[in-house]
C-alpha cells in the first residue's frame, strides 16, 4: 500500500495500479523498455492489474513477461467495462494509468488518474479526465517509487 497525505486533498490509501495495456505500457504490442523491472518492483507495494483489448494480439506474451494475468475486454463498451473494473475494485483505493479514449472514464473513477503521453497518441477526453498529465510511461510508474512527486504535484 502507498498512502499519501497530500495538502487540499483528502488522503490516498492506494492498494491498486491499474494499466491499460496497448498505448501505455506497450507500443505495438511490445513492452516499453523499463517498464519490466518498474512493474515488478511496484508489485512488492501495490497490486498490480492489467486490462487491454489485446488489439495486437500479443498479450500472452507481456502477460509472461510481467508475471501477471490481464483481464481481457469484451468488444462493445471497453471504456465502461475499464470503468466498472475499478469500481470492483474499490475505486477510492485505486491509482489508473492509461492514454487512449477508452481510458478516460477509468482514470475519472481512480482516486488517481494518470494520463500518459504516448507514440499511439494521447486521447482529449483522457488527458481531461487525469489528475496528472506524464510524458511517458516510465515517468509515471517512477511516481510511485518517488511518491512526494505526487504530493509536489498535487497539493492545492
Sequence with gaps: MIELNIPGRPPLHLEHLVCDVNGTLAVDGVLRAGVESRIRRLKEQLSVHLITADTHGRQAE????LDLQAVRLQPGSEAGQKAEYVRRLDAARVAAI???A???AMLREAALGICILSPEG??????LAADL???DINSALELFEKPLRLTASLRE
Design 122 to 127: 494521447t486521447a482529449l477526453p483522457t488527458l
Design 133 to 135: 498529465v506524464l510524458p
Design 62 to 65: 507481456i502477460d509472461r513477461q
Design 98 to 100: 492509461g492514454q487512449g
Design 102 to 104: 477508452n481510458d478516460a
